[in-house]
């Protein structure tokens, strides 16, 4: 008779209690393991942010995904965004079998997020470099390695819903 390990469902993978994260990456932290945290909206899912979170992924043991909250992205993006709540955002990157954990977070940049949960890595996509990531000064004081991961930017869920709107459908 074979083994098989239980895998967990999406919304398992997603924990918004920031305190019990915390904990549980403390306690990946002390058994030496690197723990990679990224951002973003990730409102329409798109083949930019699977490899992004892939590239991101392999450069740890544990993919956290931290994404904006409703508020937070309407702000970013503008009137209109998200096309889906962050409910339904986090579970569906959950989903994605690079990604170990999701949460939220309320702000529109994620340094009380990186001080809360103390990441060995932070990843951020090839829009950005490592002297423009929003959150650098705070994720160095942390001793957290930054990271630029995936493909040249070539997609974006602003542009995708901007092709969606200019089509006509009969």
């Known amino acids: 008779m074979a083994l098989v390990a239980k895998r967990l ?5 997603v924990i918004t209690n920031l305190r019990t994260l915390a904990g549980t ?58 096309v889906n709540t962050v409910a339904d955002r986090m579970e569906t990157v959950a989903g994605l079998a690079s990604v170990d954990y999701v949460t939220c977070f309320e702000e529109e940049t994620a340094d009380s997020l990186l001080k809360k949960l ?13 002297r423009t990531v929003p959150e650098r000064a705070t994720a160095k004081g942390l001793g957290a390695k930054i990271i630029i991961c995936g493909d040249k930017k070539q997609r974006s869920t602003t542009k995708t819903v901007q092709r969606i709107r200019k089509r006509k459908f009969d």
């Open 9 to 13: 469902k999406a919304k398992d993978k």
């Open 25 to 82: 990456i403390e306690g990946l932290r002390s058994q030496g393991k690197a723990v990679v945290l990224t951002n973003g909206c990730f409102d329409l899912l798109h083949l930019g942010h699977v490899r992004c979170l892939e590239d991101a992924k392999s450069r740890g043991d544990f993919l956290i995904v931290a994404l904006n909250d409703d508020r937070a992205v309407t702000k970013l993006k503008g009137k209109g965004f998200p």
């Open 118 to 130: 103390q990441p060995t890595i932070y990843a951020k996509g090839t829009d950005y470099t490592e």
